[in-house]
């Protein structure tokens, strides 16, 4: 059966590698999010996940740093049920199915307006769970979201594609617009943007990396001192470790004794306001 897609964007298009990173963790022997609607959209799209050449430890990558971030705003929304809950860059990712809010909190899945289309296309409604299709760079994106109430943020796999200008003006409208919340996203490096760039698995995307790099989350704290460090969470130190495949295990283990190593595999920064 073929599915009538929006045409999206080269951007836009950016959301498969995730997608099928999410799709092939679900296969894996030991899966790590377990996201069963990823792999059944993939499987419904037909997506080939083997063209984007991922080995096992971008895919454990994908799936672990998902799943950090969907524990990050359970947190969160057990604490305050009255809170706002944002997906910026969601893609095609079901976060709010995985996490299930109580009812009280309402969720934005903010992306392009060719991916918001293709969500409304493809993914199960939910109520209280809301999509906006705008570019995160309009001054104008949050006009319909509550302002009077706390707010948690994921930007999971987002900030590579966003300018050293562009983040800071991303976070000063989130920090001007709530009360108060907290915010997360997987850190891009120097090093990372540089092996995005060289890496096969990486180059579906690799043309889109804006980011200069942000080597520590002080760099972060710098360009917006409102945010202050909750944690930064190295992957290699995680307990899901245990359930890698042997090879990224191994690799884990080896390098979890160092602060700087860890930071080349993959970190969560985690930041409140
Ligand atoms: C690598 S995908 C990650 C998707 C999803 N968060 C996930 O984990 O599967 C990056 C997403 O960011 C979106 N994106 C990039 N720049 C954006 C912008 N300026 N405004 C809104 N969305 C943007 C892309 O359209 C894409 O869906």
Redesign the pocket.
């Known amino acids: 059966m073929t599915i009538p897609l929006p045409d999206?964007?080269p951007?836009?298009?950016?959301?498969w590698?995730?997608?099928a990173?999410?799709a092939l963790d679900y296969r894996a022997e030991h899966p790590i999010l377990r996201d069963r609607t990823?792999y059944d959209l993939a499987a419904k799209l037909d997506l080939d996940t083997a063209r984007f050449k991922l080995s096992a430890s971008p895919v454990v990558g994908?799936a672990h740093r998902?799943l950090v971030m969907d524990d990050i705003v359970r947190r969160f929304v057990a604490g305050r049920p009255d809170a706002v809950g944002l997906?910026?860059?969601?893609?095609?990712?079901t976060?709010v199915h995985r996490v299930d809010p109580p009812p009280t909190v309402d969720w934005y899945d903010?992306?392009?307006p060719?991916?918001a289309e293709a969500r409304r296309l493809l993914l199960p409604e939910r109520p209280h769970a809301h999509v906006i299709g705008?570019?995160?760079?309009d001054p104008g994106w949050l006009d319909g979201v509550p302002s009077d109430r706390p707010a948690v943020i994921?930007?999971?796999?987002?900030i590579?594609?966003?300018s050293r200008e562009?983040l800071a003006g991303l976070l000063d409208r989130l920090i001007r617009h709530f009360p108060a919340g907290e915010i997360c996203f997987n850190g891009y490096t120097r090093f990372h943007v540089w092996a995005a760039r060289k890496y096969p698995g990486t180059q579906s995307?690799a043309p889109?990396l804006k980011s200069p790099g942000f080597d520590t989350p002080q760099d972060i704290e710098r360009l917006e001192p409102r945010l202050k460090l909750v944690r930064e969470i190295f992957l290699t130190r995680e307990p899901e470790v245990a359930r890698y495949p042997w090879t990224t295990r191994l690799a884990s283990r080896l390098t979890s004794w160092s602060t700087s190593l860890s930071r080349k595999g993959t970190a969560v920064q985690h930041y409140r306001f």
Request: charged share 25%; no cysteine.
């Open positions: 999206l964007t951007l836009e298009n950016t959301l590698l995730t997608l990173g999410k990823a994908i998902s997906d910026l860059g969601a893609g095609l990712d976060r903010v992306d392009l060719g991916v705008r570019d995160l760079n994921v930007a999971d796999g987002l590579g594609f966003l562009e995307v889109f």
